[in-house]
């Protein structure tokens, strides 16, 4: 029988051998220091049934070192063909994944979280070169994912069904079976991190996996890849493929994949929500964030002091869960010279420097942007108590994008200190005179990723928690993101679906249920003399 030509188009693109790479980093050889300017850039290849394989696109996008601003690797917009043969793989491969025992997906899991912890100081050294943020915060950023790793080794006890006699030698059961192709588009902000947010339990559940890591910071996915193959995927299961807005499209569009994982900014993230769920996929969506710090008179002032310079400041605030608003409750404003003093302190730097705090922003566009925010905000009205925007770093550092913790009092709706997120080291104060007010701050603003409050009162801890409408709330935590045996639970304008990652709704999120209704009579059959065209009513 002839195929389609639709078909046989696709069979001769897949046939299509494309030239294998290696990573230039190995688990013992990994960048420690930034590269030498007379260096030629890396090629960032792509993830395509276990191999990874340098694109033939004409187009490819640079990658900058953010502490220098120099060229350090290429990233191709992947072809219409290696997103094909991407998918293609991921969608063959998925009949046999999924037959896989879960027993046997559970070992290769093991075996993945052990290969990621050899590998994290490799996985952090591509990140601080390619991201820009400190060491010891990549190693954070790896291991973040890693405990998502961990945690969907729990698998055997997380997808176990339920089972019922439902009647008389009739038992009902509910299993969850996985979707297909899942498709991941990823952020800057952490390499390793989100792609294992998700992939993990895409791997488990027995799904398969196409993912675009975000073109500014491909190096840590693609280690991840590597390591997937060495753990024991089968070929196909797990694609990454490379790009801008062609290749989000394409995730979006091809009826192979069956939901998409996306986090990232608001205005991409609801343009993926929204195409995707058009076209009747399952999408989650993790989204921007504003997120509140307050404190109430009561609370341990160096606690307090030490919490919020570190969650503002931490990975130059490029953090979804980074505070970005101070809420000074009463008195508590007299403390803002404490903050202020504890940020001038931090010293910016590359983040190869074990004494350096804070990292550059991502891009010269962020800086600039930064900048503009803090410009406009002093002539909206807010008091600039620390000024980072005079930062220049030495020697070649001086091209890079780094910009001082920088604090502005006095901010308030209207303010675009306090209306946007900047994703820098910037810090918005607003002062309130009581928890109430306080509350109404925070549950005004239309993101819902984060807050924390800092106090020694039980009391006033849970009436803040019961009114508070913010997902992830922390009492004296700064950045309460929750262990993976939880879910990230942001809301409001920070989260577009239903199930959020990881935990056990991102399980039901990558799975459908199905019951199978089974009957062995043990009673004489011969009874049934003639069918029965009423609905059963056995029991
Ligand atoms: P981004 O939205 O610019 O990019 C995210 C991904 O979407 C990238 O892979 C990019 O290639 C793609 N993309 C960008 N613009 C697109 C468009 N117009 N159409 C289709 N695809 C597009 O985000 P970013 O700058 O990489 O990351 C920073 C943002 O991510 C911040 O807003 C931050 O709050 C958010 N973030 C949220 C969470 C969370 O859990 N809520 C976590 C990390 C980051």
Redesign the pocket.
Same mark, same amino acid.
């Given at each position: 029988m002839l195929r389609p030509a639709t078909t046989r188009m696709a069979m001769r693109q897949t046939s299509r051998l494309l030239s294998t790479v290696k990573l230039t980093s190995t688990t013992n050889s990994y960048p420690t220091g930034h590269v030498d300017a007379s260096a030629s850039p890396y090629i960032t290849p792509s993830f395509i049934n276990n191999k990874l394989v340098k694109s033939e696109s004409k187009t490819w996008y640079d990658i900058h070192d953010p502490a220098t601003n120099q060229v350090i690797s290429k990233v191709p917009q992947s072809t219409p063909e290696e997103l094909e043969q991407a998918i293609d793989a991921a969608h063959r491969a998925f009949p046999v994944w999924k037959n896989y025992s879960v027993i046997k997906r559970q070992g290769i899991a093991f075996k993945f979280v052990q290969l990621l912890r050899e590998n994290m100081d490799r996985i952090a050294g591509v990140i601080v070169l390619e991201q820009g943020k400190t060491f010891a915060d990549a190693k954070g950023d790896v291991l973040r994912g890693l405990q998502v790793a961990e945690a969907a080794c729990n698998v055997t006890n997380d997808l176990k069904g339920q089972t019922l006699e439902v009647a008389k030698d009739m038992e009902t059961k509910m299993i969850r079976e996985p979707l297909g192709v899942i498709g991941s $588009? /990823?952020?800057? =902000?952490?390499p390793a991190m +989100?792609p294992l947010w998700s992939l993990p339990l895409v791997l488990v559940t027995g799904n398969t996996a196409v993912i %675009?890591?975000?073109?500014?910071v491909p190096g840590a996915a693609m280690i991840i890849a590597e390591l997937v193959a060495q753990a024991g995927v089968p070929e196909g299961v797990v694609s990454i493929v490379h790009g %801008?807005?062609d290749t +989000?499209n394409k995730i979006i569009e091809d009826p192979r994949i069956k939901a998409i994982t996306? +986090?990232? !900014?608001? %205005?991409?993230?609801k343009? $993926?929500y929204e195409k995707g769920s058009a076209l009747g996929k399952r999408v989650q969506a =993790?989204? !921007?964030?504003k997120n509140h710090l307050v404190v109430l008179p009561d609370a341990d002032k160096n606690q307090f002091v030490n919490a919020v310079v570190g969650a503002a400041f931490g990975a130059a605030g490029q953090r /979804?869960m980074a505070i970005s608003v101070l809420v000074t409750v009463g008195k508590t404003k007299e403390w803002v010279s404490d903050v202020v003093a504890a940020a001038r302190d931090l010293k910016v730097g590359s983040g190869f420097d074990s004494k350096s705090d804070v990292g550059p922003l991502i891009n010269p566009e962020a800086l600039t942007r930064s900048h503009e925010i803090i410009a406009d905000s002093v002539k909206q009205g807010a008091e600039l108590l620390l000024d980072g925007t005079k930062f220049v770093g030495e020697g070649a550092f001086s091209k890079g994008n780094f910009l001082g913790p920088t604090i502005l009092s006095g901010t308030k709706p209207g303010i675009r200190a306090y209306d946007e997120?900047i994703?820098a080291p910037v810090l918005a104060i607003v002062n309130v005179e009581t928890l109430e007010e306080a509350i109404q701050v925070v549950n005004s603003n239309k993101y819902g =990723?984060g807050v924390a409050l800092f106090t020694k009162s039980g009391p006033a801890a849970q009436a803040f928690t019961k009114n508070i409408e913010a997902g992830q709330v922390g009492i004296n935590v700064p950045i309460p993101v929750p262990l993976p045996m939880f879910s990230?639970t942001?809301n409001k304008g920070?989260?577009l679906g239903d199930l959020n990652f990881y935990g056990q709704a991102g399980i039901t999120f990558l799975t459908q249920p199905k019951t199978i209704t089974t009957l062995w009579k043990t009673d004489n059959v011969e009874e049934e003399l003639r069918p029965s065209t009423s609905m059963p009513t056995q029991q």
């Open positions: $588009i /990823c952020p800057f =902000n952490f +989100v %675009k890591p975000s073109e500014r %801008k807005h +989000v996306f +986090v990232g !900014g608001d %205005k991409a993230g343009y $993926i =993790n989204l !921007g964030a /979804c997120e994703f =990723n990230f942001g920070s989260f």
